[in-house]
């Protein structure tokens, strides 16, 4: 569910390094920026000097007049996106001793923050004293490196450049610490202020609109959901979620919980106001919607993801899971659509790795049973992603003994042989990435199977031994990936022990007989044949 680009200020070790603000196609961007990369040019034909207009006069020439206040703080989030660019982009022509072109670089950087403060100063109108300060401070940094890089460029004596380079990488230094700090202390302002419009107001129209402003800020990046959490977005939006007056923001609301709880500071702030149990609650109330049932899963996918080192914590979870699992069950049961049941699902793979006990729950509730009725539904497994939840609640209920006879009744020895050949229609990257996950798990869970009987001979009567072996010798067939071969391997040992005649001589000797590493080693230098 989630949220994935800040490496374009590696070459800076300084707090703008963790500005994660816009991600876009490069055209795109481009496009975006034409303008205000115009009315920077403008500013330097100008040398950096500000236009002087009266107050009356100043909402026809300010570019963010047209915007409502998201719109403002979009601007804003660009404008400061240009400017760590610029930033980075002046240290690598600095380290080739580009004096020229730093110059010219830094004269637009100089044009771009004046033009953000300006901007931001526009729409917002009683700026703390704290922020006065950062601009000024970061204004008059910005003059200095400016005047600095000119006399750059009037000396060609190597010595004398030599000497102003690490007073340059100074000032710049400071001036991406400046820019870093005001930026922060900007997005935590707009953030206050959103958040007190949602505990003061009782409007549903003035709420909602915070709440989707607050929910675009959560988009920029982890930095922001950080800074929202820090400011009790996470309270502040439970809130709304304990009051039956805003109902109908339940979905919205939820949807912007689960953004924010993809940092460490919203899963703390989750704990201490009981959402678990708030969750629940609303999982557990058949009078809510299908779609604020299906955010509430998304919600309790997020905080208990197997990527999130910082779930421990949640101790509260473990004592309202069966209550939760059994929701969870049932919404993928009566799921309307495939992504109510994508979410549903996810949810509940990942409380499979979060806790054992939610297998043995499972089991009771036959969700197995659900589950594999719900992959015959094409239009409610309909995905690669969905597959792949389910195929990972199977491999992990499988280590237990009574799942063998479930997955036999409800047809899954099936359903796991067609995963094997699950490929992407799309070629886009990251459905490939889940066709090969959907592969690898289909594996693991008959490679666990197989120590039944019954399950083997299944496997065996649907020709699995041939399509593992396929795998494990065509590349191509499981994309290169050596997570699927290892599985294939072993689900491959376990169906030979209880099968020796279904494999050929050559197969026996070398993808079963040696040791795993080396037939893993085998495979992975092995050319394909097209004979």
């Excluded at 100043?58 to 760590?84: D, F, V």
């Amino acid at each position: 569910m989630a949220f994935k680009g800040e490496d374009h200020l590696d070459s800076l070790p300084l707090p703008v390094q963790r500005m994660h603000l816009i991600q876009v196609d490069s055209v795109q961007r481009w496009m975006e920026d034409l303008k205000l990369m115009t009315d920077c040019e403008c500013m330097c034909i100008l040398q950096s000097k500000p236009i002087s207009i009266e107050k009356d006069e100043q909402n026809e020439l300010i570019l963010s007049s047209q915007y409502s206040t998201c719109g403002n703080l979009q601007l804003l989030l660009k404008r400061a996106w240009i400017i760590s660019t610029e930033l980075t982009r002046i240290a690598q022509k600095l380290e080739k001793n580009r004096w020229q072109r730093v110059h010219s670089m830094t004269v637009r950087v100089n044009c771009h923050v004046r033009s953000m403060i300006n901007e931001y100063n526009t729409f917002t109108r009683n700026s703390s004293e704290e922020m006065h300060q950062f601009e000024k401070l970061l204004i008059d940094k910005c003059s200095e490196f400016t005047a600095f890089t000119e006399r750059c460029i009037q000396t060609e004596d190597e010595q004398i450049l030599k000497s102003m380079k690490s007073c340059i990488n100074e000032t710049l230094a400071t001036i991406a610490q400046y820019f870093g700090q005001l930026i922060e202390l900007v997005l935590t302002r707009e953030a206050q202020n959103l958040l007190r419009q949602i505990e003061l107001s009782d409007s549903v129209y003035i709420t909602e609109s915070a709440i989707s402003s607050l929910f675009s800020l959560t988009q920029e990046g982890a930095h922001l959901c950080r800074i929202i959490a820090k400011e009790g977005g996470v309270v502040a939006l439970f809130k709304i979620c304990r009051q039956d007056c805003f109902r109908c923001l339940y979905p919205q609301t939820l949807r912007t919980l689960a953004s924010i709880c993809c940092v460490e500071e919203g899963m703390h702030q989750l704990e201490k106001v009981d959402g678990i149990l708030c969750l629940a609650d609303i999982l557990t109330d058949n009078t809510h919607s299908e779609a604020t049932h299906a955010e509430a899963a998304a919600v309790i996918a997020q905080i208990t993801s197997p990527h999130l080192t910082f779930t421990q914590h949640l101790s509260s979870f473990l004592e309202n899971m069966e209550e939760i699992v059994t929701a969870l069950v049932k919404l993928c049961q009566e799921a309307s659509s495939g992504e109510v049941f994508l979410l549903a699902s996810a949810a509940l793979a990942n409380i499979t790795f979060f806790d054992t006990m939610a297998c043995e729950i499972l089991l009771q509730l036959n969700g197995m049973k659900i589950l594999l009725a719900a992959c015959s539904d094409k239009h409610i497994v309909d995905t690669p992603y969905s597959r792949d939840q389910v195929v990972t609640i199977l491999a992990n209920m499988s280590v237990l003994d009574q799942c063998a006879s479930e997955i036999i009744q409800g047809n899954g020895v099936q359903l796991l042989m067609e995963m094997l050949f699950e490929r992407s229609s799309s070629g886009n990257s990251a459905e490939v990435a889940a066709c090969e996950r959907v592969q690898q798990k289909s594996a693991v869970t008959l490679a666990r199977l197989s120590r039944d009987p019954e399950v083997a001979d299944a496997a065996v009567k649907l020709s699995c031994i041939p399509r593992l072996i396929k795998l494990c010798r065509s590349p191509t067939e499981r994309n290169n990936s050596d997570s699927v071969l290892v599985a294939c391997l072993a689900a491959l040992r376990r169906l030979a022990v209880m099968s020796p005649d279904g494999l050929e001589d050559s197969d026996f000797q070398q993808l079963v007989k040696p040791r795993l590493v080396d037939s893993f080693l085998l495979c992975t230098n092995m050319e394909e044949s097209f004979v």
